[in-house]
């Protein structure tokens, strides 16, 4: 089961890996969205990390989209608001 979790992408037990370049970070409402670097060819797709402490625990949740775009300064943008949207929908249920 745990190969499936790690093929899928687990939700909150999905760990960033080490090497991920963070494009930028962003807090909103006591989480840290960070926007990373995930290379498509030539272009930039959109990928971000949601976390939060929980009960002195940090909780990462992990996400992908199929958007791609050729600015950095985009597909940043694009992730804080990705994120904003993940968080405004699931809040702390996205780590249950």
């Given at each position: ?11 909150s ?7 991920d370049?963070?494009?930028g970070?962003?807090?909103y ?10 290379r498509?060819?030539s272009?930039y797709q959109?990928?971000g990390i949601?976390?939060?402490d ?15 775009m ?5 597909v940043?943008?694009l ?9 405004d929908?699931?809040?702390n249920?996205?780590?249950?």
């Amino acid at each position: 089961m745990s190969f499936l979790k790690k093929l899928f992408g687990g939700g909150s037990d999905a760990k960033a890996p080490a090497g991920d370049k963070v494009l930028g970070e962003e807090s909103y409402k006591d989480f840290l969205i960070k926007a990373i670097e995930m290379r498509a060819g030539s272009e930039y797709q959109l990928a971000g990390i949601i976390e939060k402490d929980i009960a002195g625990e940090r909780k990462t949740y992990r996400y992908i989209r199929a958007d791609r775009m050729s600015s950095v300064d985009d597909v940043v943008a694009l992730a804080f608001s990705k994120g904003r949207q993940i968080i405004d929908e699931q809040g702390n249920s996205l780590f249950s």
